[in-house]
């Protein structure tokens, strides 16, 4: 088994530390990537620190992975060596259910395989490791094509935030005229601002953040509302179509809810770690709907690539080395980053 260097939790208070991880013999349908660049997600947070549950440790995190492909199995048909690749939050599911034949397999019935903290699909009983990693072993069909560009770290956070966005946003027909607000203005936010945008919408960031108000408007928003508390979003009671929930920390729906009008959605992405609570009155009434949306296919997520790369779309990000990522962390959870974090894997 190939033994390569990546960082590690070791457990729920620790700090993520360096170790050195096995990575499964390239199969026959296998591609061996060398990890170029890994985006932070909050979802590495939530699971290194297990406030979902379910966390095994040591855990690798990191699934916005950039890279070129080092070797090849020999029944690879999709890539060759030299090229260069994503690897995103899946890296397996089982192929053959409904879901998986349909282009769903990020709603595989089996459950789909998380490129970190998952059960191998081979028997071995081993986890899944991610990003946070020198390399990463991985089935072709859940490889992604990147075309050659200059900002390839920019291009990492793609791999989550970006489809995580891009899809419940198509999902919901948003286009031009459309009345979109994003909520929670980091990694996944700002990636919704510029899908919102670039399909035509009219934007409104509702952040807590008042030192985003500049930045929004770069990120091309058209509106912004700071949330200082539920009373500052009384007056935008019933004003928009679409609300995307990227808020990662505990929060309520319903005064989300309460800012769609007729038949507006709540698209919710964030993942706090305590459930939030919905006043079923503020559901019915305008006959609004929560919709939930988790990243998106194989699929989607290159038709997502490839968009990004026409329309010139990339993460506002800053690059860190791979021995700043604790620090990292604590920035990402006050909120003190515009707007993603990128490890450098040179740097491991
Ligand atoms: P992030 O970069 O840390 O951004 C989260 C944002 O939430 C912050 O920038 C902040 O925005 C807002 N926020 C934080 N605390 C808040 C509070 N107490 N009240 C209101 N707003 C608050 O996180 P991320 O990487 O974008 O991830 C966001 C969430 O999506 C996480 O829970 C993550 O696990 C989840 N996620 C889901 C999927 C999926 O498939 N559904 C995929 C990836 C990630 P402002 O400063 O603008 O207020
Ligand atoms: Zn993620
Ligand atoms: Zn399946």
Not at 256 to 270: C, M, P, Q, S, T
Request: net charge neutral; charged share 20%; aromatic share 8%.
């Amino acid at each position: 088994m190939p033994i390569v260097k990546a960082y590690a939790a070791a457990d729920s208070k620790s700090n993520i530390a360096p170790l050195s991880i096995e990575r499964r013999e390239l199969g026959s349908h296998d591609v061996q990537v060398e990890i170029m660049y890994c985006g932070v997600c909050h979802s590495d947070i939530h699971t290194a620190r297990n406030e979902w549950g379910g966390t095994v440790y040591p855990v690798v995190p990191g699934h916005e992975i950039v890279g070129k492909v080092k070797g090849v199995g020999s029944a690879v048909t999709k890539f060759k060596v030299g090229q260069t690749v994503g690897v995103g939050v899946m890296v397996d599911s089982c192929r053959v259910c409904p879901n998986c034949k349909n282009n769903y397999e990020q709603y595989c019935k089996e459950g789909m395989t998380g490129t970190y903290n998952a059960l191998e699909r081979n028997g071995s009983g081993k986890r899944t490791m991610g990003g946070y990693s020198a390399e990463i072993v991985t089935d072709e069909n859940y490889v992604l094509n990147i075309k050659e560009q200059e900002n390839l770290a920019g291009v990492a956070p793609l791999l989550c935030a970006g489809i995580t966005t891009y899809s419940p946003l198509k999902f919901a027909d948003v286009k031009k005229g459309t009345r979109v607000a994003v909520v929670g203005l980091g990694g996944l936010g700002h990636m919704a601002v510029k899908f919102a945008v670039a399909f035509g919408a009219e934007v409104t960031v509702i952040s807590t953040s008042p030192s985003k108000v500049a930045e929004a408007n770069k990120l091309g928003a058209h509106h912004f509302i700071l949330a200082k508390d539920a009373d500052s979003l009384k007056p935008y009671d019933s004003s928009f179509d679409v609300v995307l929930d990227a808020i990662s920390a505990d929060h309520d729906y319903t005064q989300y809810l309460n800012l769609l009008g007729l038949e507006g959605k709540l698209l919710v992405v964030g993942l706090p770690e305590h459930n939030p609570k919905v006043l079923p009155f503020a559901l019915i009434k305008n006959r609004r709907s929560i919709i939930g949306s988790m990243i998106g296919s194989i699929k989607e997520t290159q038709e997502m690539l490839d968009f990004c790369h026409e329309h010139k779309i990339y993460a506002e990000i800053e690059k860190i080395p791979m021995g700043s990522i604790n620090e990292a962390y604590e920035r990402m959870i006050k909120g003190d980053i515009k707007y993603r974090f990128v490890i450098d894997m040179s740097t491991l």
